[in-house]
Every structure is written in structure tokens, then in C-alpha cells.
């Protein structure tokens, strides 16, 4: 069965106010996220259906809180639970929040090529 750590992750991105490092197991992306600097996904999530990630996520918040947006309610999450987001959510993690989240990979290119394309936008003007 494949397998990484934290330190061994194939895939590492800093994107500045986040590092995540993470990798892909057998259909389902694993991420290990170290937020440095208190963000929302709001703005990166612009255009998607309802401005909100369309990607089912499950994990387990080792340290901080994130705080989480429906179209409906809120949720909070913080050290020491475990979670799942469902499809239509905006999270905002505070600085020194860190979790491991595992999405199923497909999906989450989705999401991902909408975020990238947002920040190109936003870096282009």
C-alpha cells in the first residue's frame, strides 16, 4: 500500500500564507496544510458553483481551527477534530492552524484549476 509523511510528501507547494504538502494514494489526494498567515479560500473560490469548493474533503485538525461557510450556516473546527467538508463550502483557517485532509483527487483538480486561475487574475490586475 503506498504511503508518505508529512516529510516525505512527493509534492510540496508554498503558496505563501499556506505550505502543503501532499501526494496522491490510490484515487484520493492526501494533504498535510501548515497555514502561516490567517486566510480565507473566498476570493480563490470565485466562479465555482455557488463561489464555494465543490470537492468533498475528510480530515483531522492537529492544531488551530478552521472556520467553515455554507451557503446556509457555519462550522468550526479545531484541534483535535476530525471532519468532512462537503461540496459547497468556503473555509478560513487562522495562523498556526495545521491538519492532514484527503479529497478524492479528481474532484479536487477541479477546484484547484479554478483557484489557480483566480490567482492568476488577481496577480494579472
Not at 31 to 46: G, N, P
Not at 87 to 114: I, R
Request: net charge negative; with cysteine; aromatic share 8%.
Amino acid at each position: 500500500m503506498p504511503a508518505f509523511s508529512k516529510d516525505t510528501a512527493p509534492n510540496v507547494q508554498d503558496v505563501g500564507p499556506a505550505v502543503d504538502r501532499g501526494g496522491e494514494l490510490e484515487g484520493y489526494t492526501a494533504d498535510f496544510v501548515t497555514i502561516r498567515q490567517a486566510h480565507s479560500l473566498a476570493a480563490m473560490l470565485k466562479g465555482l458553483p455557488g463561489d464555494g469548493c465543490q470537492c468533498p474533503h475528510w480530515g483531522y485538525l492537529l492544531a488551530g481551527r478552521i472556520t467553515v461557510s455554507y451557503a446556509d450556516h457555519e462550522e468550526t473546527y479545531q484541534a483535535g477534530d476530525a471532519f468532512y467538508m462537503p461540496p459547497g463550502h468556503v473555509p478560513a483557517a487562522e495562523t498556526g492552524t495545521e491538519f492532514l485532509q484527503f479529497s478524492p483527487t479528481d474532484q479536487l483538480a477541479v477546484t484547484l484549476a479554478a483557484m489557480k486561475a483566480n490567482a492568476a487574475a488577481m496577480q494579472a490586475g
